[in-house]
């Protein structure tokens, strides 16, 4: 079965950088579409970025959008999700996600297979 593993999370103060990575395991990485979703406390788990099998499409919440960037490497079986300039309204629960869908998909009822989370902090 798939397995995911979030890493990279941690404490960072605002403006700071960190790198998410998630490693897939028990399929080929590359029939996965995947995705990165966070879960602030109280509120609903929401999209952040997505690429396709191949690496070449990519897919950003606004907010994010020129801050983050989502990226894979196929030899590694890891997609990664480089965040840079953070803000406090970033700190959330991360999660990663994989999705067989033919589309690249933008919510989470796209996805089938679900990493553990990793807690990213921001501290202004």
């Known amino acids: 079965q798939v397995q995911l593993v979030e890493s990279g999370g941690g404490l960072v103060q605002a403006g700071g950088s960190l790198r998410l990575s998630c490693v897939l395991s028990?399929?080929?990485?590359?029939?996965?579409?995947m995705g990165w979703f966070r879960q602030a406390p109280g509120k609903k788990r929401e999209f952040v970025a997505a690429?396709?099998?191949?690496?070449?499409?990519?897919y950003y919440k606004e907010s994010v959008k020129g801050r983050f960037t989502i990226s894979r490497d196929n030899a590694k079986n890891t997609v990664y999700l480089q965040m840079n300039s953070l803000k406090s309204e970033d700190s959330a629960v991360y999660y990663c996600?994989?999705?067989?869908?033919?589309?690249?998909?933008?919510?989470?009822?796209?996805?089938?297979?679900w990493g553990q989370g990793t807690q990213v902090t921001v501290s202004s």
């Open positions: 690429v396709n099998w191949g690496g070449s499409q990519t």
């Open positions: 996600a994989a999705d067989r869908g033919i589309k690249v998909a933008t919510n989470e009822g796209g996805y089938d297979h």
């Open positions: 028990g399929r080929d990485f590359t029939n996965y579409a």
